[in-house]
């Protein structure tokens, strides 16, 4: 099993540029999950979805959208990157609302 | 929405020595507390975590404790080792698996 994993693990961008993150799990969880972490804070929930064809916003969602077509796929969309989106992005799963198991995260810089 | 609050933000303590870190959170309907120990540019990966049925749970050289009425729960490591130097983050968690994250304890065990 490889787990959650992440594509891409870097990325550069300018600003007004647009991407897609996207966060793979093999584990058949439900619930997924997309987080953003900024030095010296926690993780800060930006969108997540409790099962295939759902999504919902979290904390913190201006300027992001997700989609769940597929159970074992979540993507996170950046439509026109700004410096402040700036930061490690992580997606998490878990098979019912307790643990989160992690990706090993992406790291964007928009310039 | 629910907020957490961590203390402290960092914790130095001589290897040998106990580390408590503690966390309140402000919404009753949170019901899950889950900790987690991130290494430098690793990914977050659960430690261990309590329920709001239950007031404290072990494993090996970890507790956490938590008390509903007060609102807070605490993570407690005997014994420290170089290798728990970390971040580490807690949570409290309501429907849907929906986790809101303390800014993190970075933990510095002096060998």
């Known amino acids: 099993n490889a787990g959650v994993t992440q594509t891409p693990k870097f990325r550069v961008l300018k600003t007004g540029q647009s991407m897609t993150l996207l966060c793979a799990q093999d584990?058949?969880?439900?619930?997924m999950y997309w987080y953003r972490q900024d030095p010296g804070m926690g993780l800060r929930l930006i969108h997540y979805?409790?099962?295939?064809?759902?999504?919902a916003k979290g904390e913190v969602p201006d300027g992001y959208n997700v989609s769940r077509l597929k159970k074992q796929n979540f993507l996170l969309g950046l439509e026109s990157a700004a410096p402040s989106q700036t930061s490690v992005y992580f997606c998490?799963?878990?098979?019912?609302?307790?643990?989160?198991?992690f990706g090993p995260g992406t790291r964007l810089t928009v310039l | 929405g629910e907020n957490v609050e961590q203390h402290p933000s960092t914790l130095s303590v001589q290897e040998g020595d106990s580390a408590v870190i503690k966390c309140t959170y402000s919404d009753s309907a949170s019901n899950y507390f889950p900790w987690y120990k991130q290494e430098l540019g690793k990914r977050p990966q659960l430690i261990i975590d309590?329920?709001?049925?239950?007031g404290e749970k072990k494993d090996q050289r970890i507790a956490v404790t938590l008390n509903k009425t007060a609102k807070h729960f605490s993570l407690h490591i005997t014994e420290t080792q170089p290798e728990d130097s970390a971040v580490y983050f807690c949570?409290?968690?309501?429907?849907?698996?929906?986790?809101?994250f303390g800014d993190g304890t970075t933990l510095t065990v002096k060998p």
């Open positions: 584990m058949n969880h439900e619930y």
């Open positions: 309590i329920r709001s049925n239950v």
């Open positions: 949570a409290a968690t309501v429907n849907a698996g929906k986790s809101t």
């Open positions: 979805s409790v099962g295939e064809g759902t999504t």
């Open positions: 998490a799963s878990s098979p019912i609302a307790d643990e989160q198991f």
